[in-house]
């Protein structure tokens, strides 16, 4: 299992991607890592790497398995794009979850008024009204304000076929990459990121993420024009937890574990 990368292309056109992932695809890699310029990886990038693919493949090999068809592995995302979505099943009760806990909230307050009288003098009228129509449903807004990854961890590979932003890291499957080329070939200009979700959902690919990202996007300046304060908005909060130590202690894990030898 190896794949061959391009980290050094300055990735800004079409052009420029296709070349490279051309160039990639024909050494015979089995897998073709493409790199944007403004990047940093972190300690144990290719051992972590081995590894999901080590998950993917098994999920892979029938139509029925959850990576089947996948277009690639991505290496970088932002967690400000990935949001509460309606095929997520709280976020798409979320007013019916806004009633029952309300109406819950005062059948158990009356239900304690009734069998602890000493709470009367607390749990007045007003008091119930208050606590289950203005603290109860500021307490569940605060649960999903404080985010879906923060509350839902996803494993170490995943589906992130929305949201997922920007080609600062992606790993192609050598199967997908021919098809792949001839569409940005048909497609020519356009944003290369855009035109490889469009590929990607025209045909039914999965798109598949690392849990915690393995790139770190670094640049200040879009080739997409957007401003500044977007462009410093492309970032990876997970990967600034990242501490050096567990990291090497990682990476020596992972080479015992796949026996092989990896940076």
Known sequence: MHFANSCDALLMQTSDYLYALRLC????????????????VIDGWVAKIREALKIIE?????????????????????ETSITWE?????????NLIFFFASVTGVAGMFILRRAAPM??????????AVVCSITIPAFIALYFMIGKLSLQPPPTVFVLNKHGCCTQGLLFPRSQISDLMKYLEERVHGQTDQMIEDYADRDGKQRLATAKQLVQHVGLQSSRDNSFINSQSTWAFWFELN???????????LREKLGTNTK
Request: no cysteine; glycine share 2%; hydrophobic share 35%.
């Open 25 to 40: 695809y024909e050494t015979g890699a089995a897998n073709v890592l493409m790199f944007e310029d403004d990047i940093i």
């Open 58 to 78: 098994p999920k892979s090999r029938s139509p029925r398995d959850e990576f089947w068809n996948w277009v690639y592995l991505r290496l970088f995302y932002t």
């Open 86 to 94: 309606d095929t997520d099943f709280a976020w798409r009760n979320i």
């Open 119 to 128: 709470t009367r003098r607390h749990l007045d009228n007003l008091s119930i």
């Open 243 to 253: 501490d050096a130590q567990q990291l090497r202690q990682e990476k020596e894990y």
